[in-house]
């Protein structure tokens, strides 16, 4: 008898846990994990310490869906609705682009400069998300930060964002101030927004069109306006580095990201604005990945 009852035990269906799902060979598991906490809104402590925990069928057709889209390419950030970015955990859409490890560079730079400017002023030239501008409204609790983006869908995103981490402030000086622009069009006295700003930071679309990477990858479910200029990549670049100095404070920065093969150009266009002091900066894979220059 004891025999038969193994048996039977070996054919019963193994109910579904963490521990099995992990052994799946479908998703790496790395993103099976994110999915399943996502999913569970479990941390990743209760992963370990309840993996052989039962899961019930709704939560394994929730994760299942959450499989099927990630296979079909679309990206994990997207499928949990989050992105860490600068140790914040910002809320993200198809509507902006995810924010990228590479771009935490770009706010190292900008708090370098900040250091030491009694309630300095920051312009963030097409913010997506809020990433750039809520990180460094977050480590500069003095800054007052202008955020700027052309698409009323990713305003809504920054918005929600900055609310969410308390980053708003009060409506009659606000923290963070999201306006409706195409580069610097909003910037005048009727705006309310006028220079000078102690930096200006940009994270703009530099994909040259008809790059084979906008066809590949998590870039296919990301709005294309963000990630190429539909032209040689640099027309963004140049409008915002022209119409930097008259923003800038004398002794103000210009502060851009750009592509891994930009960088020359981006810097030969800010010394034909007359900028100071140009240089490009490596991110952690060795690559020119930001330059920036001062303003005489």
Not at 53 to 62: I, R, S
Request: net charge negative; hydrophobic share 45%; aromatic share 4%.
């Amino acid at each position: 008898m004891t025999g038969e009852a193994d048996q039977a035990n070996d054919d019963a269906p193994q109910a579904a846990t963490v521990a099995a799902l992990l052994r799946d060979p479908g998703l790496p598991p790395l993103e099976t994990r994110i999915l399943l906490a996502h999913v569970l809104g479990w941390t990743r402590t209760q992963l370990i310490t309840r993996d052989r925990d039962p899961l019930g069928p709704a939560t394994v057709a929730a994760f299942s869906a959450l499989r099927a889209r990630r296979l079909a390419g679309e990206p994990i950030a997207y499928l949990t609705g989050t992105r860490e970015f600068f140790g914040l955990t910002l809320s993200v859409s198809p509507a902006v682009l995810i924010p990228r490890p590479e771009t935490e560079l770009l706010v190292e730079l900008a708090l370098a400069r900040l250091a030491g400017i009694t309630a300095p002023r920051v312009l963030d030239l097409g913010t997506g998300s809020g990433a750039i501008a809520l990180a460094i409204a977050h480590a500069c609790p003095s800054a007052h930060v202008t955020a700027l983006d052309r698409s009323a869908e990713a305003l809504d995103v920054a918005r929600a964002n900055a609310a969410q981490l308390d980053l708003l402030g009060p409506a009659d000086n606000p923290r963070v101030h999201f306006v409706a622009s195409d580069w610097y069009a909003a910037l005048d006295a009727q705006s309310g927004i006028t220079a000078p700003f102690d930096v200006i930071v940009s994270n703009p679309p530099y994909i040259v069109a008809g790059d084979p990477h906008l066809s590949q990858g998590d870039l296919r479910h990301e709005p294309v306006d963000a990630l190429t200029d539909h032209a040689d990549g640099l027309s963004a670049l140049r409008r915002i580095v022209a119409g930097a100095p008259s923003r800038l404070r004398a002794g103000g920065w210009l502060l851009c990201e750009h592509g891994y093969d930009q960088a020359a150009a981006v810097r030969d266009l800010c010394l034909a604005a007359n900028f100071a002091d140009v240089f490009s900066a490596h991110d952690l894979a060795g690559i020119e990945r930001t330059t920036g220059g001062r303003r005489v």
